[in-house]
């Protein structure tokens, strides 16, 4: 089970956090920026040029009307003409269509974090989520072999998950700055340090630290988790926001010992900006619903209706639309926005995003190279590693 939290300003009249439990061609909305209230453009500024890959098609043997289908395709499910438009889709159709027969011809499932952009999410994904939900995929997956648009930690996530099975990852060197932010050593320094005390480590993690962790959570179930864990003590590595929203939820409750690491995109973001957003659009005589990623600051998070992951942020969302709110302010990576634009078109988007830097290093073209050259791509996790982590998961499982 999966736990949204809804922010102070969804709170009840005791004041009381509630707890949020499992969810419940049109040109997309716009999306505003608040000008001068904070060193950000706006999402589609920071989105990176749409690829342009004509060099690449060489040897791919596809018709005219095959590429005009599929271009098509790709511009109604994207959804961001300026951006996007036919032409464009049209220059990535023989690139979708080639991995599409690729997939098809080596049994492979192509896993895809929210935070990939538009032509890899709607172009050539079998599935779409965060890393709780892509976790579940990659152990459910029926394909006997495993590619992993994301970063280093989730690849190695879904081989842990999948010993028996290739994983590849595209791009080698994506990385992430909580993963790249402690090492095994540190959380054996934090357990000399609390002795007996049970460490929930963030999925955003290396292999290594896994292994000498108790539990893996992510940002879908980490409240659940923490509060089922044995003992009224928990270490939380190693993001110190999440990890302070953590100790606020368990307060009385449990006390939370944390680790010093931070996301360096949710960084970014300010709780003052947030709260500018809102009584800029309560201006213009509508409400703001303010979504945020809990690896944000706890300012940030103060000022939001809703906290949870990516994927719980795209059902509250959806609920939002239903309920004719559609004014609305995703505070995370610029790929939730991109997402909120092609599935749900009715909402009006705010703010200012922030891409990773470490996401958006994949393209369809490094896709197509680890279909071509598969062991180039493969992901391997120490022996010594893997029955640690494996148990780790494992536990993530059990507890949420």
């Known amino acids: 089970m999966s736990l949204g939290v809804l922010g102070p300003r969804e709170r009840g009249q005791e004041g009381k956090r509630k707890v949020e439990g499992p969810s419940g061609a049109r040109r997309g909305p716009a999306v505003r920026a608040l000008p001068g209230t904070m060193p950000l ?43 996007w438009d036919l032409a464009t889709c049209r220059l990535i159709a023989p690139l ?40 579940k995929k990659a152990m459910e997956a029926r ?35 909580l993963a790249d932010g402690i090492t095994r050593e540190d959380v054996l320094r934090l357990r000399e340090a609390h002795p007996g005390v049970p460490v929930m480590c963030y999925v955003n993690t290396t292999a290594a630290v896994k292994a000498v962790c108790d539990v893996t959570c992510t940002s879908a179930n980490y409240l659940e988790i923490a509060r089922n864990l044995p003992g009224d003590e928990v270490v939380f590595v190693p993001d110190r926001f999440m990890g302070a929203h953590l100790a606020v939820a368990l307060e009385g409750v449990k006390t939370v010992h944390i680790h010093d690491g931070e996301c360096e995109v949710h960084a970014r973001f300010d709780g003052a900006t947030a709260k500018a957003w809102r009584e800029s659009v309560a201006l213009e005589g509508r409400r703001l619903e303010i979504l945020a990623h809990p690896e944000c600051d706890p300012k940030v998070l103060m000022e939001a209706d809703f906290v949870g992951s990516t994927e719980r942020m795209m059902e509250y969302a959806r609920r939002l639309e239903a309920e004719g709110r559609v004014d609305v302010m995703p505070i995370t990576e610029c790929g939730t926005a991109d997402r909120m634009r092609a599935e749900i078109p009715g909402l009006r988007i705010y703010g200012s995003c922030v891409q990773c830097p470490h996401m958006k290093k994949t393209g369809l073209v490094d896709i197509l190279h680890a279909l071509r050259d598969p062991e180039r791509h493969e992901v391997e996790v120490a022996e010594e590693d893997l029955v640690g982590a494996r148990r780790c998961l494992d536990n993530m499982f059990r507890y949420a």
């Open 143 to 177: 394909q006997s072999r495993i590619l992993f648009a994301s970063v280093r930690f989730m690849a190695e996530t879904a081989k842990i998950l999948n010993p028996g099975k290739p994983v590849l990852l595209p791009r080698p060197d994506a990385g992430c700055s």
């Open 96 to 135: 979708c269509l080639e991995i599409g027969r690729l997939k098809a011809e080596t049994d492979t499932i192509v896993l895809a974090h929210s935070y990939q952009t538009p032509d890899i999410v709607y172009g050539v994904a079998d599935e779409v989520g965060d890393s709780y939900g892509l976790s």
């Open 41 to 83: 453009k706006t999402a589609s500024e920071t989105l990176p040029p749409a690829p342009r890959p004509a060099a690449y098609q060489a040897g791919m043997e596809w018709t005219d009307a095959q590429i005009d289908a599929e271009a098509a395709r790709l511009f109604h499910r994207i959804a961001q003409p300026a951006r």
